[in-house]
């Protein structure tokens, strides 16, 4: 069982927008603004698109956004695109030394 | 161009040890912290031990059986694995993170523990 909750899949046409959320509790994603998203393809090593709740790497398309109320945040993918069709991670920091990082279980988006 | 090129894995039997490494290049490893970040096969990610200048930090699943290291000198970081499990059987991603988010991460190298 992962320590953050996630949908197990979200679908969306393309051009069509889709949020997946990731729920934690008071002790991880809603005391610090240190939620992160990663994009994993199948064969491939994750890829950082969201970090610090809401901040996207350079490089990352404007198309992802991230957002955080209360105890869950939440990656939102706007004009969908075949090629994000991946599984999407949520991370956060867990506030203890063995639960230093967090990740939630997953969502497979299919496009 | 940044690179985290891991090494070490493969099979071993349930009990047996293993040491990871994780060669570092084209970028200043000694600002960077450092994790190990593992992916059973079919399943999600699981964080499993973070270094930094302020100490290590190790998932339950992994202390007292896991030991990270670092040589700055030689821009290498290591995972050394012993009394190893079946459910131990992953990718291991070697991973930089800065401000709390994994911005770097290896291609992975896979350990399989079985008889």
């Known amino acids: 069982q992962s320590a953050l909750t996630q949908p197990v899949s979200v679908s969306g046409s393309p051009g069509q927008s889709i949020t997946i959320s990731c729920t934690g509790t008071a002790s991880d994603v809603g005391n610090y603004n240190l939620v992160s998203w990663y994009q994993q393809h199948p064969g491939k090593a994750p890829k950082l698109m969201i970090y610090e709740d809401s901040r996207r790497p350079s490089g990352v398309s404007s198309r992802f956004s991230g957002s955080k109320s209360g105890n869950t945040a939440s990656l939102t993918i706007s004009g969908l695109q075949a090629e994000d069709e991946a599984d999407y991670f949520c991370?956060?920091?867990?506030?203890?030394?063995?639960?230093?990082?967090?990740f939630g279980g997953g969502t497979k988006l299919t496009v | 161009e940044v690179q985290l090129v891991e090494s070490g894995g493969g099979l071993v039997q349930p009990g047996g040890s293993l040491r990871l490494s994780c060669a570092a290049s084209g970028f200043t490893f000694n600002s960077y912290s450092m994790n190990w970040v593992r992916q059973a096969p079919g399943k999600g990610l699981e964080w499993i031990s973070h270094?930094?200048?302020?100490?290590?930090h190790y998932a339950d699943s992994v202390q007292g059986r896991f030991t990270m290291s670092r040589d700055d000198a030689k821009n290498s970081l290591y995972l050394q694995m012993n009394s190893l499990r079946a459910e131990d059987t992953a990718v291991y991603y070697c991973?930089?993170?800065?401000?709390?988010?994994?911005?770097?991460w290896g291609q992975g190298t896979m350990v399989t523990v079985s008889s």
């Open positions: 270094i930094s200048h302020n100490g290590i």
């Open positions: 991973v930089g993170d800065r401000q709390w988010a994994f911005d770097m």
């Open positions: 991370c956060s920091h867990g506030g203890s030394s063995s639960a230093f990082m967090v």
